[in-house]
């Protein structure tokens, strides 16, 4: 038992790493777009603007990636979890060919709750953003 309290261990540690990971990016996302909108003053060409959406779809591809990445650790979680403690191999292999579902398939990480409820109101305001700052 011992065993897989150990293996769960290093499993939960993992998708910690990636949560982290992922909540990284979404400040790295915020930083750098204001950043771009500071250097983009008054008297600069307004395409320097259409700048700030690529670290938009960067940082969401990669926050999608990590996502897609916590999912699959969680779904090893799960199935370490209800093995029996005498077949610990202490594997940490979780590929989309071990739990291919659509769960952990990069669209729908790409599309799930949390990462549209996040850039997606983030492109919009770079839209207002834009909007405003060529009317004035």
Same mark, same amino acid.
């Given at each position: 038992?011992?065993? $897989?309290?150990?293996?769960?261990?290093?499993?939960?540690?993992? /998708?910690?790493?990636?949560?982290?990971? *992922?909540?990284?990016?979404?400040?790295?996302?915020?930083?750098? !777009?204001?950043?771009?909108?500071?250097?983009?003053?008054?008297?600069?060409?307004? *395409?320097?603007?259409?700048?700030? =959406?690529?670290?938009?779809?960067?940082?969401?591809?990669?926050?999608?990636? =990590?996502?897609?990445?916590?999912?699959?650790?969680?779904?090893?979680?799960?199935? /370490?979890?209800?093995?029996?403690?005498?077949?610990?191999?202490?594997?940490?292999?979780?590929?989309?060919?071990?739990?291919?579902?659509?769960?952990?398939?990069?669209?729908?990480?790409?599309?799930? $709750?949390?990462?549209?409820?996040?850039?997606?109101?983030?492109?919009?305001?770079?839209?207002?953003?834009?909007?405003?700052? !060529?009317?004035?």
């Amino acid at each position: 038992m011992e065993s $897989k309290i150990k293996h769960l261990e290093f499993i939960q540690n993992v /998708i910690s790493r990636m949560a982290s990971n *992922s909540f990284m990016l979404k400040g790295w996302a915020v930083t750098l !777009v204001a950043a771009v909108f500071a250097l983009s003053s008054k008297d600069a060409d307004k *395409s320097y603007f259409l700048v700030a =959406y690529i670290p938009i779809f960067v940082f969401w591809f990669l926050d999608s990636y =990590y996502l897609q990445q916590e999912r699959l650790y969680r779904h090893l979680y799960d199935m /370490i979890r209800q093995k029996q403690s005498d077949n610990m191999d202490f594997s940490l292999k979780a590929t989309r060919k071990e739990f291919d579902n659509d769960d952990t398939a990069f669209y729908s990480c790409l599309l799930s $709750k949390t990462e549209l409820g996040f850039y997606l109101p983030l492109a919009v305001l770079c839209v207002g953003i834009i909007i405003v700052s !060529v009317v004035l």
